[in-house]
């Protein structure tokens, strides 16, 4: 699979990449790379409209001075480009996200991610969200539902926290694929991955769900995630922007979901939510 790579200079960083940041993640866009200049954003080609994303653009006019390329990455291409930037990530000082290539250091979890075309290596600030968050779980012995699983990261950071089974998901092909060799390669045997949606699962109960996609997918599906929660079950959920806060909570206003917490980092939210 192709993506599309949007890359965006701004006169002003703050706070328009955020604002354009949050208007690209409502058309699809599932990934982004702050920049000196400004920040890179990439989309499913299959899902790329370039009429929305003018669209999009049409929310800095008159406020700040920008410019946007667009850009085919080809799969073959991606390792190159995200060799050339991505560095080791620490999480709670107990969890290090990094690449084959990079030195270990001495910290308790280490989770070694080969990326490619896969979203979460802990860089973005959404999966930074998730991973400090599941550290104030206690996840020893649970079933765990990773949706949009993306590279696995999450799912492994649950089997080394203790999870009993894991099942991570995800509609894109190329990101199965790259859960699979990065379970390998931290030597995970709890943890399966499917090429699927919420939809497909019957018959089965989680007592912890993950869930770090998008707004937009997150309204469509909560009513499922939270049919698929045991009693008692914790829901994670990110992937949208501090703005979006009150579509969220409407919708569980209406489910037996209860709000727990929230957090925040570079204008993005994770709720925690408890049924």
Request: charged share 25%; net charge negative; hydrophobic share 40%.
């Amino acid at each position: 699979m192709n993506y599309i790579e949007i890359d965006i200079s701004l006169s002003e960083k703050s706070p328009f990449a955020d604002i354009i940041t949050a208007k690209l993640n409502e058309i699809e866009f599932e990934s982004y790379q702050e920049t000196e200049y400004g920040l890179q954003a990439y989309i499913q080609q299959k899902l790329f409209n370039e009429d929305l994303l003018n669209n999009a653009f049409s929310i800095l006019k008159n406020k700040v001075d920008f410019s946007f390329k667009i850009t085919e990455i080809k799969q073959q291409n991606w390792n190159l480009k995200w060799e050339s930037s991505f560095q080791p990530v620490i999480i709670n000082e107990k969890c290090i996200v990094r690449a084959g290539f990079h030195q270990p250091i001495d910290i308790e979890f280490e989770i070694i991610i080969t990326p490619k075309m896969s979203f979460g290596t802990g860089y973005h600030a959404t999966t930074f969200l998730m991973m400090n968050s599941m550290f104030n779980l206690d996840l020893i012995n649970k079933t765990i539902l990773d949706i949009g699983s993306g590279t696995g990261v999450l799912s492994i950071l649950s089997e080394k926290l203790g999870a009993r089974n894991i099942l991570g998901i995800d509609i894109d092909n190329w990101a199965f694929e790259n859960a699979k060799e990065n379970k390998k390669l931290n030597n995970c045997n709890r943890i399966s991955f499917e090429i699927s949606d919420v939809s497909n699962i019957v018959n089965k109960r989680f007592d912890v769900i993950l869930a770090n996609i998008n707004r937009n997918i997150i309204l469509k599906e909560i009513d499922t995630y939270s049919a698929l929660l045991n009693y008692g079950g914790h829901m994670l959920l990110s992937g949208f922007y501090t703005d979006d806060e009150s579509l969220i909570l409407s919708k569980i206003e209406k489910l037996n979901l209860n709000f727990q917490m929230k957090k925040q980092k570079d204008n993005w939210l994770l709720l925690h939510l408890q049924k």
